[in-house]
């Protein structure tokens, strides 16, 4: 019988909750017969939670605060999980000199792509974890912590899960989770690890020409898709400002665009929003014909949840709602561009990173011009969603051919200007 927890999408954590407590059972395990030896970065962190009295109350309450009832309280042997900061520190030493693996005997029906999002699962929907995740002072920590990673996943040390075996990301159940990957990627099987320099270079890898070609590039009445991704939502009449934390709660205007100067002309706008799986292309192509107007870099919170999707309720809508609510908190992009068709005008990018490293790379420069499907950028591991923003006047028709919920390629067309 699966246990089904509504609250995850997107593939970067198994719907099923049992995977999610046998992988965070055999890592506890594996903590507690090694001797540990943490990271300088690890123990900057528990210095941090120990020497500040709120964020070391945080961090027990929000432990606390998880329900005792089933599927919360206990692993599959009827102990409990991660119930401490002190366990929480110790897997977080053993994930930051990991690459994520891809093991078919231990993931069944998904896979843990988000190992530290899985450690997290429980206090990020706890008042006390909202107020934690929200913290400054922790999420630059965090920020300390996921740049040692980073250097990790992108070194050749990194490459040791990208084998054929079935822990491997090129293995039986690997493969059948990405389709055609040797088809559609660029990429050399006959060689180790695919040709790949480490596990980055193969999570940012890059479609082979012709792959997903630009759709009715010369046609600047058409609005392209920017990501591979799934829609998630399509929002118009946008305000500045708006309760974004409640539940229902829209996207506030002010808050996704951090302040910034352009953001008066995208009032009583149009939002379009989509994410993009764990197994996904994850770099950005622009979606029309124009110039690149601006480009803004905002460091954000990482693990932040709408505090209308947490306990002692959790809301069958959460994905809607948290990932609507990371627009306005979460790491992000923006990058603005000035349409050749005028009745599109300045429109704006928004790559919004989701846990994890979140890493959101800018490529293009203020300035430049790029035509549809011209790379803008990329997301390195981490989750990920992405939104565009049209102005107002911009009268826009998406296409019924892209429901919410529905695959959307690369390149693809997804709305008119009318």
């Given at each position: 019988m699966v246990v089904a927890v509504e609250h995850r999408v997107g593939g970067w954590l198994p719907r099923d909750q049992r995977v999610v407590e046998c992988w965070l059972t055999k890592r506890i395990a594996q903590c507690s017969v090694q001797?540990?030896?943490?990271?300088?970065?690890?123990?900057?962190?528990?210095?941090?939670?120990?020497?500040?009295?709120?964020?070391y109350m945080g961090f027990h309450q929000m432990f606390e605060q998880v329900p005792t009832k089933p599927p919360y309280n206990n692993d599959p042997t009827g102990k409990p999980q991660v119930r401490?900061?002190?366990?929480?520190?110790?897997?977080?030493n053993k994930v930051i000199n990991e690459a994520p693996?891809?093991?078919?005997?231990?993931?069944?029906?998904g896979l843990v792509g988000f190992p530290i999002n899985a450690i997290l699962d429980w206090p990020m929907g706890t008042p006390a974890g909202f107020t934690m995740f929200v913290n400054p002072r922790v999420n630059a920590q965090f920020k300390k912590m996921f740049d040692v990673w980073a250097s990790f996943?992108?070194?050749?040390?990194?490459?040791?899960?990208?084998?054929t075996d079935t822990t491997g990301w090129f293995g039986p159940c690997g493969?059948?989770?990405?389709?055609?990957?040797?088809?559609?990627?660029?990429?050399?099987?006959?060689?180790?690890?695919?040709?790949?320099?480490?596990?980055?270079?193969?999570?940012?890898?890059?479609?082979k020409p012709g792959v997903r070609p630009v759709m009715l590039l010369d046609d600047d009445a058409i609005v392209n898709s920017a990501c591979e991704s799934i829609v998630y939502c399509i929002a118009?009449?946008?305000?500045?400002?708006?309760?974004?934390?409640?539940?229902?709660?829209?996207?506030?205007?002010?808050?996704?665009?951090?302040?910034?100067?352009?953001?008066?002309?995208?009032?009583?706008?149009?939002?379009?929003?989509?994410?993009?799986?764990?197994?996904?292309?994850?770099r950005w192509h622009s979606p029309v014909n124009g110039k690149v107007v601006k480009t803004v870099m905002i460091p954000g919170t990482y693990y932040a949840q709408s505090p209308a999707v947490g306990f002692p309720n959790p809301d069958p809508d959460a994905p809607n709602l948290s990932q609507g609510f990371i627009t306005a908190l979460a790491t992000r992009a923006l990058i603005f561009i000035q349409a050749d068709n005028p009745?599109?005008?300045?429109?704006?990018?928004?790559?919004?990173?989701?846990?994890?490293?979140?890493?959101?790379?800018?490529?293009?420069?203020?300035?430049?011009?790029?035509?549809?499907?011209?790379?803008?950028?990329?997301?390195?591991?981490?989750?990920?969603?992405?939104?565009?923003?049209?102005?107002?006047?911009?009268?826009?028709?998406?296409?019924?051919?892209?429901?919410?919920?529905?695959?959307?390629?690369?390149?693809?067309?997804?709305?008119?200007?009318?």
């Open positions: 001797t540990q030896h943490s990271h300088p970065v690890i123990q900057e962190f528990q210095t941090l939670i120990e020497q500040d009295a709120e964020i401490d900061y002190m366990t929480m520190l110790a897997l977080f693996g891809f093991d078919e005997s231990e993931y069944e029906v996943l992108t070194s050749p040390e990194s490459r040791y899960v990208l084998t493969r059948a989770a990405m389709p055609g990957f040797v088809e559609n990627y660029v990429c050399d099987p006959s060689v180790e690890y695919y040709g790949f320099k480490s596990w980055d270079d193969f999570f940012t890898r890059q479609f118009y009449d946008i305000k500045a400002l708006d309760t974004f934390w409640l539940k229902g709660e829209p996207y506030s205007l002010n808050h996704m665009l951090n302040n910034d100067a352009l953001a008066p002309q995208f009032v009583r706008g149009t939002v379009y929003q989509a994410f993009l799986s764990a197994t996904m292309y994850h009745k599109i005008g300045l429109m704006c990018f928004i790559a919004v990173g989701m846990a994890e490293v979140s890493t959101c790379q800018i490529t293009v420069n203020e300035g430049d011009r790029i035509a549809k499907g011209t790379e803008m950028g990329m997301f390195h591991f981490g989750g990920s969603t992405h939104c565009l923003l049209f102005r107002s006047e911009t009268k826009i028709k998406f296409s019924p051919d892209h429901p919410i919920n529905s695959d959307v390629l690369l390149n693809e067309a997804i709305a008119t200007v009318e």
